[in-house]
């Protein structure tokens, strides 16, 4: 069965900085790229960040520069160091596999099961 499980997230002023975790099961991490995505009220959930099994990265062009993904193989986790954080960036984060890679893009996710996410709010 394979788990993911979110955490870090919380409430910050405008231009402070979050740290996320993902800590997924082994089955879906060792082989896998992982994503971040984030679903803001009323809004789809986006692909915001995702790292290769080999620790390359790519990111939306809305989180580009302020958000860095990283991956420790040894814990089966991932994080997401997100700095400069704007209001617009409220919204709940969830971990998951993209499924593919078009060009420079990842998209879609493998696991229908997400994990809880986890809030985090932007103040203004």
């Known amino acids: 069965q394979v788990h993911l499980v979110e955490s870090g997230g919380g409430l910050v002023q405008a231009g402070g900085s979050l740290r996320l975790s993902c800590a997924a099961s082994r089955t879906i991490f060792s082989t896998n790229a992982m994503g971040w995505y984030r679903q803001a009220p009323g809004k789809q959930r986006e692909l915001v960040a995702a790292i290769t099994s080999g620790g390359n990265t790519n990111y939306a062009d809305s989180v580009k520069g302020r958000f860095a993904n990283a991956r420790d193989n040894a814990k089966n986790t991932v994080y997401l160091q997100m700095s400069s954080l704007k209001p617009e960036g409220t919204a709940v984060y969830y971990c998951?596999?993209?499924?593919?890679?078009?060009?420079?893009?990842?998209?879609?996710?493998?696991?229908?099961?997400w994990g809880q996410g986890t809030q985090v709010t932007v103040s203004s």
């Open positions: 998951n596999a993209p499924a593919g890679c078009a060009g420079s893009r990842w998209y879609g996710y493998l696991m229908h099961a």
